[in-house]
């Protein structure tokens, strides 16, 4: 077996033997899943699921499913970064990628520290 093999293979059993979170989080997914399967669509689902909550009026749920929000973001952003690092098509959407994850940490940063200045 040649160089390139081995590494290739080891590569793979690299990626396969991480858990799903940790391939995510690490940017092994393409740019494309990862902003539009995980970070659209996800958190338009994480939106929708925090209504319930909100509707409970209960302080408690409210905070928890808040800081799931927020944890789901971090890993979201964190693995839309990563992935565009890893990017290997068009430089144009690696960065544009970048520049969205930037403005979403503010945003969301600011909405946390709105939230517990309250």
Aim: proline fraction near 1%.
């Amino acid at each position: 077996m040649n160089n390139l093999s081995t590494q290739v293979m080891s590569n793979t059993n690299e990626t396969s033997s991480k858990g799903f979170i940790k391939q995510l989080i690490d940017g092994d997914f393409s740019l494309a899943k990862t902003y539009w399967l995980y970070g659209v669509l996800g958190s338009i689902v994480m939106n929708l699921l925090l209504i319930f909550p909100m509707m409970s009026e209960s302080l408690s749920l409210i905070v928890i499913a808040g800081l799931m929000s927020v944890a789901y973001a971090v890993i979201v952003l964190t693995a839309i970064w990563n992935s565009a690092s890893k990017h290997t098509g068009s430089k144009f959407w690696s960065v544009m990628a970048k520049i969205i994850v930037v403005f979403n940490s503010l945003y969301l940063l600011s909405t946390v520290v709105l939230l517990f200045s309250i």
